[in-house]
């Protein structure tokens, strides 16, 4: 593939901000996305064996809704995450994510339905274990493996934008244009690396979940330490199968020598100690966030080294700097979104450790945190419509 060709494809109207900003960005968000999706995966897989299990299993009776219902959560949130990094990409990768979107257009109108099919049909497998203990466990199979194959086709995508020297073939194979976009490809050891972090990835948050079960009475010790334990068998073979997958991934690109690929491996070590002694799991999540930022740049510095190799580098990407617009973005990001957040959390906290009913209004760190989140975002409205309209009207006035 010729440089020109790919600088050729870039928005002539360039970047708003520093094409690094953006990356680091990706980075970060991407991160974000896939804790998610292999939060859902875990957890739905899991609730599935609970299903089988939970008619006759006082712990899987209490356990498998519980399961059911992060998982259901998970998804919405994957859904939101996955926007980010899907417009970062788009910013300084556009000629690789258009291109792939065009020669695989079939996949992404698929994408769409198998996202709304897959979900609708979680919804349906929620009611009916809801209704009947241990129900729903075709369907909940069933949404499972649709939701597995949207990741499927999301691999598909991010495979396919970086093989740029493959795209003239895969446009017109033999020379005769193949407009149908059903371009698929795939690389499986990287797909079974990804999926196979949802195993851990559940470990760890049975550990978490143990953890914050403990100090309530109406959970009985058992439980606690059956899930603990669970958590910690499910967290070190999944990590030694990931870590597998994982280098195996590296020798096949030839990158197991590269520091980050090094620093990765070291992490899943640490991340193996700290889960098979389950000292403190929240401490291990931190670790785990950490892993996933360097893996999240793994896949960024293969496409980088990718497409520099061709001469396509995004810190050569025309700036055109816009300071309100990303001014607007990152107090939007940091302030209304990091409030807004942690008065979520900070509910979702207290109503979890709360023996009965949790009354917010009687709280006072979650009452001021919503009037704060209340406050920002009717700010945030009048700001955003008021920018939006002068600019439209000096415009068009
Ligand atoms: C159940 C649904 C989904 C699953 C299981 C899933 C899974 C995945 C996986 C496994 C990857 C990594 C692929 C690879 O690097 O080989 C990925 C990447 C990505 N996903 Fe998702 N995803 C889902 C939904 C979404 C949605 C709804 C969006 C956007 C709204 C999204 C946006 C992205 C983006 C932007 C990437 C990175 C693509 C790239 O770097 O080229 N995903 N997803």
């Known amino acids: 593939m010729d440089a020109s060709v790919l600088l050729a494809l870039r928005d002539p109207a360039g970047v708003p901000f520093y094409p690094v ?10 991160a974000l996305h896939a804790a998610f999706v292999l939060l859902a995966l875990g957890s739905m897989g899991l609730s599935i064996v609970g299903t089988f299990k939970q008619k006759n299993d006082s712990t899987w009776k209490i356990l498998t809704p519980h399961l059911i219902q992060t998982g259901k959560i998970s998804i919405s ?3 939101v995450l996955g926007v980010a990094p899907l417009l970062f990409t788009q910013v300084i990768y556009d000629p690789n994510w258009y291109v792939a979107n065009t020669l695989s257009g079939m996949c992404v109108f698929i994408f769409i339905y198998t996202l709304l099919v897959g979900y609708s049909m979680y919804y349906w497998y929620y009611y009916a ?9 075709l369907i909940g199979i069933i949404s499972f493996l649709i939701l597995v194959f949207a990741g499927l086709l999301m691999h598909n995508f991010a495979v396919t934008s970086i093989m740029p020297n493959d795209w003239m073939n895969m446009y017109a194979p033999n020379g005769v244009v193949d407009n149908s976009g059903w371009t698929f490809n795939m690389n499986i050891v990287r797909l079974v690396f990804m999926v196979s972090l949802a195993i851990p990835v559940v470990g760890i948050f049975l550990q978490n979940y143990s953890r914050f079960l403990s100090t309530r009475e109406d959970f009985s010790e058992e439980f606690v330490s059956y899930t603990a334990s669970l958590g910690t068998k499910l967290g070190v073979v999944g990590l030694l199968i990931s870590a597998l997958a994982f280098v195996a991934w590296m020798m096949q690109i030839g990158y197991l020598m590269n520091p980050l690929s090094l620093a990765i491996i070291v992490g899943v070590v640490i991340l193996l100690v700290m889960v098979f002694l389950n000292k403190n799991s929240y401490i291990t999540t931190g670790i785990l966030v950490v892993v996933a930022l360097l893996i999240s740049g793994m896949r960024e510095l293969i496409r980088f080294d990718i497409m520099s190799n061709l001469g396509y580098s995004i810190y050569d990407y025309p700036v055109n700097l816009e300071i309100p617009t990303i001014t607007m973005f990152l107090l939007t990001f940091l302030v209304l979104g990091g409030v807004g ?6 509910m979702a906290w207290k109503v979890g450790k ?7 209004s009687k709280d006072k760190a979650v009452t001021r945190l919503g009037n704060y989140t209340l406050t920002i975002m009717v700010v945030w409205m009048v700001i955003y419509f008021a920018w939006g309209m002068t600019i439209l009207f000096s415009n068009t006035l």
């Open 129 to 137: 274990n809801k209704k009947t203990e241990g129900g729903g466990k």
């Open 77 to 79: 949130i994957l859904i």
């Open 354 to 360: 709360t023996q009965g009913i949790f009354d917010g």
């Open 21 to 30: 900003v953006f990356q680091v960005l990706y980075i970060l968000t991407w």
């Open 341 to 346: 957040v942690a008065y979520l959390l900070t």
